[in-house]
């Protein structure tokens, strides 16, 4: 069974730091374009960061450059979303996916989800 389950969120003040995995079943990461995502209520899904393929090039939302950092471990089969410096506006529920070629883009399979809060 394919399956991407987040964890790591949490409650932290602003300034401080969390780190968000996310753990494959049913296929290689490494085989595939992943990234993470937010939504924050009442606003629009915002991709933060992708990983593409084996090579490894990365990329990130302008929200979250110097901030967080998106790595592979590829012996655990988990994607991790360092986040630091947070602020109250990255208060979301962030996502995992995976995709065939294009982040975000087509079909993909998607984690459950799990929500970060950051207070002022």
């Known amino acids: 069974q394919v399956q991407l389950v987040e964890s790591g969120g949490g409650l932290v003040q602003a300034g401080g730091s969390l780190r968000l995995s996310c753990a494959a079943s049913?296929?290689?990461?490494?085989?595939?374009?992943i990234g993470w995502s937010r939504q924050a209520p009442g606003k629009e899904r915002e991709e933060v960061a992708c990983?593409?393929?084996?090579?490894?090039?990365?990329t990130y939302a302008d929200s979250v450059k110097g901030r967080f950092t998106i790595f592979r471990d590829s012996a655990k089969n988990t994607l991790y979303l360092q986040m630091n410096d947070l602020k109250p506006e990255d208060t979301a529920v962030y996502h995992c996916?995976?995709?065939?070629?294009?982040?975000?883009?087509?079909?993909?399979?998607w984690g459950q989800g799990t929500q970060v809060t950051v207070s002022s």
């Open positions: 996916a995976a995709f065939i070629s294009t982040c975000f883009s087509g079909y993909g399979t």
């Open positions: 049913g296929f290689r990461m490494g085989h595939y374009v």
């Open positions: 990983v593409i393929g084996d090579d490894g090039a990365i």
